[in-house]
């Protein structure tokens, strides 16, 4: 059976009831169906934390209990408790039937998969913000979950820094007693034991690098799927105007990504070994030290007094470059419209414009950021320079060895290292707190179904609809688009919606079909507020047909089957049918895998009308909206799709706005729309008759 049967059985068990819905929404399921990888985001929606192990049957203790148990066959069962050698099971296929069955035949049926969950606790608010936990960030908290695979990194950096101390006691080795008294057997062994520390080291190093790759990709891969939900479940009306920029902040995420490469992990981990490194120093070299802690101002001064400068110019850069791939994308989208109009010329103007500015920002930062890196070099050398110099004076006085100066100048070199690497650092965390910002403005932005909200669970809604005070405006600074003081539309009706263009007509659909939200008074469905209803309820019960179809890029299949499983061919063809756009395979030699251009294009508006309809008709809704179903199509096209949406209507509630005259022969009442408010309502022929003195458009309509 599948996955995601169990997981509902285990949560109604842990006394977390769910819908199919509330678990898979927004998911990336393959083939439709739950996988074990997907497992634990899905059980975190119900409050449950998954943990997959391998083991016994036999080896499970009864408080760990109930647990899903995956079997050969491919099917789970939840193993619900244990009465000496024989096991309660539940199994999710139909109702969920128990069975009590010997532990050792469950075991034998049993791939060693074993998935346990934890209930989460989530208080109440009544304590209000009383000894309250400050919430956790969405990114620093996948950091902190990864604290134990910084500390193995840490161990490996302690190691390989550790055998890095040989080379330098090697070389005062030779100098002070190897070279004096021309012991070569001396100097073989330490030569020996010298490549055993460096191949030691090397390995140790590769290991670190390898852990720190793959901490960053399993960071990364959470990260970015963490992100992009969040972006995919953006409520509509929360989303920014300009897609371009929208794309361009969220492409920052690889800034906040990079930081966390290998290369800068790996100097945050040598950083703690400088103090170890002048320890050191001060055992072999004595005041040769001192050399090395006056230079240390001189490196990290200089990054963090340019901390300000290269805030602003991050801050800078990323607003630029937003604007600058806004318009981009705005060109490349509207490229037929842009070489109709000669408009190359003044979206080239604009992003050579753009481009200058995103340039002179860059070269300003990558000046200060070379200027840190050089002088931080500078800074190293000189540092080796003056060691020498003082060294020789130490060695003249007699406090040091000709040895000792040499491995303190060589692990000088060793010490300020990491502190160079520090200024680009510095230069790089400027870049990801300015990209950090920008997604935690993405991240805080409304979505369709916020953490921990519990919907009402509507799976048979009818389509009576309710509309009580509505108003609705696309920004703050407008006026109302739609403002309706009370409309009803009862359940199996069909009504036309008319109106001159910018009526309101097309958003009062979008706001019925749910995927906008009204900025004031409430739409009421099946008795219930729309916004109490489960997101994957309305999905499933409305079936809304925008002005503009939208196809994307890939086959005529992928394009039918869209959010839809376990559809047939025989079915797609059947919705194409229905749609009227057959020849749109049965003319192709690829038939349903005939692949179609990003945003349907090299298709006529009414094909892409046609496929927006067997879409439509694939979901089988019990609530149709449509928003000028065939205003593309020729008139042979409309009046054959008119006749199939004539049977397929009947019985479900049917809301069209349209300008079509042979459209209103589907149904029997019209509103009219005007200024965004209802104008007009009643029976087709009244409304039209009352009108048409008034108005030579509606009669056309």
Same mark, same amino acid.
């Given at each position: 059976m599948d996955l995601l049967d169990a997981l509902v059985l285990l949560c109604k068990l842990h006394d977390r009831p769910v819908t199919y819905g509330e678990l898979t929404a927004g998911l990336p399921l393959e083939e439709g169906r739950l996988t074990i990888k997907l497992l634990p985001r899905a059980a975190a929606r119900a409050d449950l934390s998954i943990h997959v192990r391998r083991g016994k049957l036999s080896a499970i203790k009864p408080h760990h209990l109930p647990a899903l148990v995956i079997l050969?066959?491919?099917?789970?069962?939840? @193993?619900? %408790?244990?009465?000496?050698?024989q096991c309660r099971i539940l199994h999710p296929a139909g109702s969920g039937y128990e069975e009590l069955i010997p532990l050792a035949s469950l075991d034998a049926q049993h791939t060693g998969l074993v998935i346990f969950a934890t209930p989460l606790v989530r208080l109440d608010d009544r304590a209000g913000s009383y000894a309250a936990e400050p919430a956790s960030h969405w @990114?620093? %908290?996948?950091?902190?979950r990864s604290k134990w695979d910084f500390v193995e990194v840490g161990f490996a950096a302690a190691l390989a820094n550790i055998l890095a101390l040989g080379v330098s006691l090697f070389s005062m080795q030779v100098y002070d007693r190897v070279v004096p008294n021309l012991a070569f057997s001396t100097l073989w062994v330490l030569a020996i034991g010298m490549l055993v520390a460096i191949a030691i080291e090397m390995i140790v190093r590769v290991v670190r690098s390898n852990l720190m790759n793959a901490v960053g990709k399993r960071i990364d891969r959470k990260l970015s799927a963490r992100v992009y939900e969040q972006v995919l479940g953006i409520r509509l009306e929360?989303?920014?105007?300009a897609v371009g920029a929208f794309s361009s902040q969220i492409r920052e995420l690889d800034a906040v990504r990079d930081f966390f490469t290998s290369t800068t992990i790996g100097t945050l981990s040598d950083l703690p070994f400088v103090a170890l490194f002048l320890a050191v120093i001060w055992l072999i070299g004595g005041p040769l030290v001192w050399v090395l802690i006056a230079a240390i101002p001189f490196i990290v001064l200089p990054?963090?007094?340019?901390?300000?400068?290269?805030?602003k110019m991050s801050r800078e850069k990323l607003r630029q470059g937003a604007v600058r791939n806004g318009v981009l994308i705005e060109a490349l989208s509207s490229a037929e419209t842009v070489k109709a109009l000669q408009g190359e010329g003044r979206f080239q103007l604009l992003l050579e414009e753009y481009t200058d500015y995103v340039s002179q920002n860059s070269m300003r930062t990558h000046r200060l950021s070379s200027l840190l890196s050089y002088g931080a070099s500078a800074v190293q050398q000189v540092t080796y320079i003056m060691v020498i110099v003082a060294g020789v004076y130490e060695v003249a006085a007699g406090n040091i060895t000709t040895g000792g100066m040499l491995a303190a100048s060589i692990l000088s070199s060793r010490t300020i290292s990491p502190l160079t690497r520090l200024s680009s650092i510095f230069a790089?965390?400027?870049?990801?707190?300015?990209?950090l910002k920008g997604l935690d403005a993405v991240m805080q932005?409304?979505?369709?179904?916020?953490v921990g909200r519990r919907f009402v669970h509507r799976p048979r809604l009818k389509g009576e609809f309710s509309v009580e005070e509505l108003a609705f405006r696309y920004d703050d600074e407008g006026g109302p688009i739609v403002q309706i003081p009370s409309l009803f539309f009862s359940a199996g009706s069909a009504t036309a919606l008319l109106g001159a263009n910018g009526s309101g007509k097309s958003t009062l659909l979008k706001l019925l079909a749910g995927l906008?939200?009204?900025t004031e008074g409430r739409i009421i469905l099946d008795g219930t507020e729309m916004r109490q209803i489960d997101p994957m309820d309305l999905r499933k019960a409305i079936g809304y047909l925008p002005q503009d179809v939208k196809l994307f890029y890939g086959t005529v299949r992928d394009n039918l089957t869209i959010g839809l499983r376990d559809c047939e061919d025989e079915e797609l063809l059947e919705a194409l049918k229905f749609a009227g756009a057959e020849s749109l395979v049965g003319n192709h030699p690829l038939g349903l895998d005939r692949k179609l251009g990003e945003g349907g294009a090299g298709m006529s508006g009414g094909q892409r009308q046609s496929v927006g309809l067997a879409r439509l008709w694939l979901r089988d809704p019990r609530i149709v909206l449509l928003d000028e179903p065939t205003a593309a199509m020729d008139h042979a096209l409309e009046m054959g799709v008119i006749e199939n949406l004539r049977g397929w209507l009947s019985g479900r509630t049917s809301i069209i706005a349209t300008h079509r005259q042979p459209i209103l022969s589907l149904v029997n009442r019209a509103v009219v729309m005007k200024n965004g408010r209802p104008a007009a309502d009643g029976p087709v022929e009244g409304v039209l008759a009352?009108?048409?003195?008034n108005n030579d458009s509606t009669r056309r309509a």
């Open positions: 050969f066959d491919g099917t789970t069962v939840v @193993f619900v %408790s244990r009465e000496g050698e @990114f620093w %908290s996948e950091i902190t929360a989303r920014p105007a990054g963090l007094l340019a901390q300000w400068p290269l805030s790089r965390w400027q870049q990801m707190r300015a990209a932005s409304p979505i369709d179904r916020p906008y939200q009204p009352a009108l048409s003195p």
